[in-house]
């Protein structure tokens, strides 16, 4: 278990760790412009945490904990976030065609980030 609280963690290649169940608790920290490569994150949590920039690809994040985290910039790609909640977090942009969403938990606010990829316009 990887923890850290009020760090700022800047252009860390997380691919490098273990990759079969890497679970990490970051509480308040910065990061940014970080790689989340082919990792198993079940249940990890990123309360208030800043994830500007950083991208998740192929990384399981089933029940993960994303309450209060800026999403600013953040890229999800096939990835497994089933069950995860987002409904206090904020920026968030997620494809949908490109993830597994199924029982994730999002703001009314926030669910237009949903919408992204479909190329719509809501009025």
Known sequence: MFNSQTSRLLE????KCEKTFFSANFKNCLLQYCNFLD???KSSS???SKLK???FTNTTLKSADFSGVDLSGAIFHNCDLCNADFSSSTQCDIDPKSNKIEKAKFSFAEASGLLHA???TIV
Do not use: K, P, Q, T
């Open 39 to 41: 990792l198993n994150m």
């Open 12 to 15: 860390m290649n997380f691919f």
């Open 46 to 48: 990123f309360n208030g």
């Open 118 to 120: 479909f190329d719509i």
């Open 53 to 55: 920039d950083s991208h």
